[in-house]
């Protein structure tokens, strides 16, 4: 068997961007280096046409002197002086996801494989559905499963909820693994860049219900699958990641809908790695992903 | 060097769709192997849908005791029976393309390398430009080419002398290869399922002009290629080839417009090679590919 | 959600494989047809260069006057007559799959899923394992689970309790699914062509163990996945299906381990699709695959 | 017709590596923002496994107080604190590309038209072939072209020539686009790092001759291409960059060939491009590319 070697070290990622100039990279790894920091990752992303620039750094967390308390309190002056949208993560935190399904539980195997795996560092706080299907193969992985049902006329209390069992669990993302509901307005302002919805399209093409269908009426000869962040207008938030599949005039719309399967997951699932190990950073609508 | 075999024989290729009964398989079939008729290459296609039925059939010229002509009129009974609509080609006689262009010229260097290296079997009759800028490269080839200059006013006009010099050249199919002009509605109703585009961009995203400036500003993970045959519609007619690439965060637009170069020439020079490997069949707005 | 049409109709797949000469599917066909049979698939392929035929027929059940049983009857004469290798398989009798794991589980999720999810048409009869660790999760789903201890050893014996337990669960096919355990040459001979494996490389690239940190240490850009049929000479039976995925520089040799099993459970899924659909028609080393 | 943007500005791009330690980003950075120095790309890997790091930084040359020369110098003390290994381009000196052909000219047909479309920035020294047959289409276009002829005697002497008319013109790179001779040690050992070949198969899978044919005899299920430094052992040297398609059971031999010749183009421009632009660093027998 294939030996996946020994625990990745403790890290500290800090991820930041601000208006671009001259000296930025030399403030952060200066600041870095002075305290004795190992660098084990580096990205950077200056784009050019908004002025802005983007970087995540990854550190060595007993390469420092402290924690990640101290390095946010140190770190706050070099962040004012350049006026820096910031954050510090800690691998020992794991990002906790709160995934909601309803009855097609394709990306939910995925993720509690891939959860129980050990693919990536992530946890899954509790699974909730609009149905009571899934129960018990959640359950059987000792993760919390909640059954919120949801009507034409209580969405919204329905969607309260959800953010209350969100917030009770302490999420840290939510994920739309083939959730079939639409969140309210008040649930997507309330997480902005915090809601992963995996569609069953190459958007922007397909918006809105039935995508396969409209995919196999227009004869398109591949069909896709994207994964992005939910903004109140359906399906036009920014873009985390998308792959497509070669089908053909002899696929049937239901052929569409099960190859479809193979792409929705692994897309769902690389936009949430990405989330998790904060690759993703926000760019008005669109996403810088330091792969 | 790769040696690359004998010259291909000579075959004849039955396309046609019809109602689909039982016995079409057997009756065409059955007609061939009567006269002797050696099968090379056979595809069927039964659309469930719609209840249609389509099918290729590649046969050795050599193996039927008569011509083209001869075959066709034997077999028009069976094509009558089933209300086929179908056609005979000849691999002696390969399909006549019109190229058209204007100033960008990465589709018209691979079709001509093509066409050179007898990547398919197809000629190109002449190049047709609203620029006169490639003339000297077309010329090098020996292949006519005519500038055909267009402006805001003379669109019907000037798309009247290209589908005169295309019948004039006996063209079997128009190729716009980067041709950055709209054919007038007459063009387009003159040649139905005979004049192949393609658009720099995944269908139906982003149709009509500049869709790499669009797909930039939607933040798209993958760009895209399409070759689809020219209706009276904008970039709305059957899709025969599509194609992605990978794109990210930092590529520009400009960087998107050549890393697309890549899949428009293969792209159109699938769909090409398809068409003219009588491999495209018709079925309403959405195309049959038997590759 | 998206509904997936009704359940779909009961079909007869006839493979064959013979000398290719004139004649053969107006025999087939014409057969068909005789008895009213309604063709819904029909895919041939004719090998120049060895002068062998190979075709795939599925006809209604409910179209011909007769069973499963009959249609064997009735076809051996044209069967003789051609000197056809040749099945019938019947779409009420979805294949057995027989699953061998280890401790990686990643197929065996898949596999569970696409079962439960009738994501094509397959059983699985039981899962068998030289580990007990996956005990629960296969039997939660209702499915028996052996545990056969393999050691330096008792391979021999073990893996001949292994093909009687395949046999006392009437498998159609083994499913070597990340099984880490090489089968002695008695069980290969015992069941040539109904033994797929995934190989974790692009084969015939990184035969054998630890084919991630061959890979790695090549500094190869892509790595890929090889669904095969089993022979007694190790990674050198027929190629059934393979895909590959992009790596560069900064995925180590664990990141490739993990990145490897999104191909590795796709590839084994569609190889075994196309075997329990009876796509697959062997040709000495190599496979037809009617996709 | 899309426009493609102004002309870029003039950057250096400085490349690095060096044994890794806490600081190194802070030093390179901390003397360029001490100039003054505007940082457009930067990208950075540290390897785990040997320690080693690398960079590569495109500054922009206005940003600075100083020309290339001048940078060179004052970075010398950096450089030797840390013991890179590096070097430092100038955008406005584009590398001189000496192509080397035999008969088959799809890849020079594509890089021909890079050149000509300013698809990248490089240039076009001169181009050496052991056959006489492309002379017309390459000076067509302005470009000197040389006729060597190789016989089986000649080898060395023959590639001695290749080798002074590559320092005659001033090469930086040569690159192998379908040249069927092997280059004698000689050459090899006196540009390492400098000689990109394009090899028609997925290595490390069929190195040597006739690749399709050994992939057609293996009945894989996709194609490759790779684009690698030449080295003394053949077919052995960093892969720089490599992609596959699919082919099936009907693919012929020669359609292979075809097909492959689509991957081969453009595998061997992105390698071509990545070196131009300064994005690969040799490690060992691995590249690092940074994309």
Redesign the interface.
């Known amino acids: 068997?294939?030996a996946?070697?020994a625990p990745a070290a403790r890290t500290f990622t800090l991820t930041l961007s601000c208006p671009d100039r001259?000296?930025i990279?030399?403030?952060v790894?200066?600041f870095?280096?002075?305290h004795?920091?190992?660098?084990?990752?580096?990205?950077?992303?200056?784009?050019?046409?908004s002025g802005w620039f983007f970087t995540r750094q990854v550190v060595l967390a007993d390469?420092l002197p402290f924690d990640r308390a101290e390095l946010v309190r140190r770190f706050a002056d070099i962040a004012d002086r350049f006026a820096m949208q910031w954050q510090v993560s800690d691998s020992a935190e794991p990002k906790r996801a709160v995934v909601l399904v309803?009855?097609?539980?394709?990306c939910l195997?995925?993720l509690?494989?891939r959860w129980?795996?050990r693919?990536?560092a992530f946890d899954i706080a509790c699974v909730i559905s609009n149905h009571d299907t899934l129960r018990?193969?959640v359950e059987?992985h000792g993760i919390p499963y909640f059954h919120v049902p949801v009507t034409a006329d209580n969405g919204e209390a329905a969607h309260a909820e959800v953010l209350r069992l969100y917030r009770e669990h302490r999420g840290d993302v939510m994920v739309l693994a083939r959730y079939?509901r639409i969140l309210p307005p008040a649930v997507c302002a309330a997480l902005p860049g915090r809601i992963l919805n995996i569609h069953?399209s190459?958007?922007?093409?397909?918006v809105g219900a039935?995508p396969?269908h409209q995919a196999y009426e227009?004869?398109?000869?591949?069909i896709?699958a994207t994964c992005h962040y939910v903004s109140e207008e359906l399906d036009a938030g920014?873009?985390?990641?998308?792959?497509?599949i070669r089908v053909?005039?002899?696929d049937?719309?239901?052929e569409m809908?099960?190859y479809g399967?193979?792409i929705e997951r692994?897309v769902l699932?690389r936009g949430l790695r990405y989330h998790c190990e904060d690759r993703v950073l926000l760019?008005g609508?669109?996403?810088?992903?330091f792969?």
């Open positions: 068997m294939t996946v070697g001259v000296g990279v030399a403030a790894a200066g870095l280096a002075g004795g920091g190992w660098i084990v990752e580096s990205s950077n992303h200056a784009d050019a046409g390469s309803s009855l097609q539980d394709h195997y995925d509690l494989h129980k795996a693919d990536f018990g193969f059987w079939m069953h190459f958007l922007p093409s397909f039935r396969y227009r004869g398109v000869k591949l896709g920014p873009i985390v990641e998308q792959d497509v053909d005039h002899g049937s719309v239901e809908v099960k399967r193979d692994t699932a760019h609508n669109k996403t810088i992903v792969r």
